[in-house]
């Protein structure tokens, strides 16, 4: 069936440092790619994400890229500051019958940024 | 804008016992989903209802759990009888629905976690 894998499972870096976190899908048809940060005892909240017709998206200090032919796509925080220390989930749209989608997560990343 | 609202946000039970999880979408959401994630894990979809019909319960174990969206809006989640390995926080999450442009972008709510004794 459809897999997600995401890469790193912990990550730490000082304040100011970059953070990089990569997803690979199994899918071929996923059109779809969200990010979504979870801080203790919320849900998942969306915060970037591509489409299959973009090879890159920027939304401040936040970005995400895309490689279909590769099928990965990788989330950057540049700027780290300590209010980004959560999890951070990737997922992949799947398309199945009747035209619907649905998401298919990684299994997470902690991100923990020091001061 | 209200978020998606889910109720209670905890809840611990005993095995053998059954419990259920409430769940009001933002408003105007076509799409509801009910997702299951353990500890240490990504969200694992159980359903999803489009208005109040389902359109992907594959990873549901119908034997224990059953969920119902009766007039397109709420819906409820029940699990009965529960087992350990049922421990987990149960979100939901809804969209716009097929047919408009964003309708992928999902919007979860608090969720509820559930501790099996």
């Known amino acids: 069936g459809e897999n997600v894998e995401q890469h790193p499972s912990t990550l730490s870096v000082q304040e100011g440092d970059s953070a990089v976190i990569k997803c690979t899908y199994s899918?071929?048809?996923?059109?779809?790619f969200p990010w979504y940060k979870q801080e203790l005892g919320k849900g998942p909240q969306l915060i970037i994400d591509?489409?299959?017709?973009?090879g890159e998206k920027k939304d401040q200090r936040i970005a995400v890229t895309l490689n279909k032919t590769a099928k990965h796509f990788s989330l950057h925080i540049t700027e780290t500051q300590p209010e980004d220390s959560a999890v951070y989930f990737c997922?992949?749209?799947?398309?199945?019958?009747?035209?619907?989608?649905?998401?298919?997560f990684g299994a997470g990343t902690r991100l923990a940024v020091h001061p | 804008e209200a978020g998606v609202a889910q109720s209670p946000r905890y809840k611990i039970i005993e095995k053998r016992q059954s419990v259920a999880f409430w769940c009001n979408p933002i408003?105007?959401?076509?799409?509801l989903y009910w997702y299951q994630q353990i500890l240490g894990q990504g969200p694992k979809l159980l359903i999803q209802?489009?208005?109040?019909?389902?359109?992907?319960d594959s990873q549901l174990p119908k034997d224990r759990f059953s969920a119902e969206r009766l007039k397109g809006v709420d819906s409820t989640l029940k699990i009965q009888p529960a087992k350990l390995e049922d421990s987990a926080v149960y979100l939901c999450?809804?969209?716009?629905?097929?047919?408009?442009?964003?309708?992928?972008?999902?919007?979860f709510g608090p969720g509820t976690r559930l501790t099996v004794l």
């Open positions: 209802f489009q208005n109040n019909g389902v359109v992907d």
């Open positions: 997922a992949a749209s799947s398309p199945f019958s009747g035209g619907y989608n649905k998401l298919i």
């Open positions: 999450a809804s969209s716009l629905g097929r047919g408009r442009p964003t309708y992928n972008e999902q919007f």
């Open positions: 408003s105007g959401h076509a799409t």
């Open positions: 899918d071929s048809a996923s059109n779809y």
């Open positions: 591509i489409r299959s017709n973009v």
